[in-house]
């Protein structure tokens, strides 16, 4: 190959989003986010939707949102009511198009505690004048999340306890049971509209008790099987 084929980069490309994995000295590079809106029946109510079952819907956010293994984050700008949601993490190990319910299993590599941190008056706005979520949900340090938990090792929790506590107060609690969209459905009717690959994150919905947090606030989520998630705000 010639010198003159190779190509440079016009300044250097960031750093690699990723997340460590529980007992491991690797790391998962981290592709994309995607998220699953009111997936949990009290949320919607909460959150003013009918519980019933219709087709899940999807959001996003940056790779680079990512805090890996919590620790730190500052209050956003622009934003008087920021707000918490615990949620369950998928981790892809494989990924593809239609994928078929039954073979959705295939592609995990694993699961993550993660909070979906909202600039709900951002969002709210948004929806009153029907526009993108993205300032409301795609922001800097928008996404802490643990370590991963290979599911060679803890399989597929598809129930247990995922709750929140600010400042030592419970917020939120749920049951993974208590998802509308399964973790399986959710993989399968997402890889209708995009090709799923590894390294993309799924956030799979929030139980109710979404609130708001401000600067000084401590954040400590649990999953069971999964882990725990740890955050400051500053």
Same mark, same amino acid.
């Given at each position: 190959?010639?010198?003159?084929?190779?190509?440079?980069?016009?300044?250097?490309?960031?750093?690699?989003?990723?997340?460590?994995?529980?007992?491991?000295?690797?790391?998962?590079?981290?592709?994309?986010?995607?998220?699953?809106? $009111?997936?949990?029946?009290?949320?919607?109510? &909460?959150? %003013?939707?009918?519980?019933?079952? &219709?087709?899940?819907?999807? #959001?996003?956010?940056?790779?680079?949102?990512?805090?890996? %293994?919590?620790?730190?984050?500052?209050? /956003?700008? =622009?934003?008087?009511?920021?707000?918490?949601?615990?949620?369950?993490?998928?981790? =892809?190990?494989?990924?593809?198009?239609?994928?078929?319910?039954?073979?959705? #299993?295939?592609?995990?590599?694993?699961?993550?505690?993660?909070?979906?941190?909202?600039? $709900?008056?951002?969002?709210?706005?948004?929806?009153?004048?029907?526009?993108?979520?993205?300032? %409301?949900?795609?922001?800097?340090?928008?996404?802490?999340?643990? /370590?991963?938990?290979? !599911?060679?090792?803890?399989?597929?929790?598809?129930?247990?306890?995922?709750?929140?506590?600010?400042?030592?107060?419970?917020?939120?609690? %749920?049951?993974?049971?208590?998802?509308?969209?399964?973790?399986? &459905?959710?993989? !399968?009717? =997402?890889?209708?509209?995009?090709?799923?690959?590894?390294?993309?994150?799924? #956030?799979?919905?929030?139980?109710?008790?979404?609130?708001?947090?401000?600067?000084?606030?401590?954040?400590?989520?649990?999953?069971?099987?999964?882990?725990?998630?740890?955050? =400051?705000?500053?």
């Amino acid at each position: 190959m010639s010198t003159d084929s190779i190509q440079h980069y016009v300044f250097p490309p960031p750093p690699m989003p990723s997340l460590p994995v529980t007992g491991r000295d690797e790391v998962i590079p981290i592709r994309r986010i995607y998220c699953v809106g $009111r997936n949990y029946a009290a949320h919607a109510v &909460e959150m %003013g939707s009918d519980p019933d079952r &219709e087709p899940p819907f999807f #959001f996003a956010k940056p790779a680079d949102a990512i805090v890996a %293994g919590g620790g730190k984050i500052p209050y /956003p700008p =622009l934003t008087e009511d920021l707000q918490h949601e615990m949620e369950l993490v998928v981790v =892809l190990g494989s990924g593809g198009r239609d994928i078929p319910m039954e073979q959705a #299993f295939d592609h995990v590599f694993g699961y993550a505690a993660g909070l979906d941190m909202t600039r $709900r008056d951002l969002q709210a706005e948004a929806k009153k004048t029907g526009r993108p979520w993205d300032m %409301g949900k795609g922001f800097d340090y928008s996404a802490p999340c643990s /370590p991963v938990r290979p !599911a060679s090792e803890i399989g597929h929790p598809a129930e247990g306890a995922i709750w929140l506590k600010v400042n030592g107060a419970t917020r939120q609690s %749920g049951d993974l049971n208590q998802q509308i969209w399964k973790v399986e &459905e959710a993989i !399968a009717y =997402l890889s209708r509209f995009v090709a799923l690959a590894a390294g993309d994150l799924i #956030f799979t919905g929030t139980p109710a008790g979404v609130g708001p947090v401000v600067r000084g606030d401590r954040l400590e989520g649990h999953i069971d099987r999964v882990g725990d998630i740890s955050v =400051l705000v500053e």
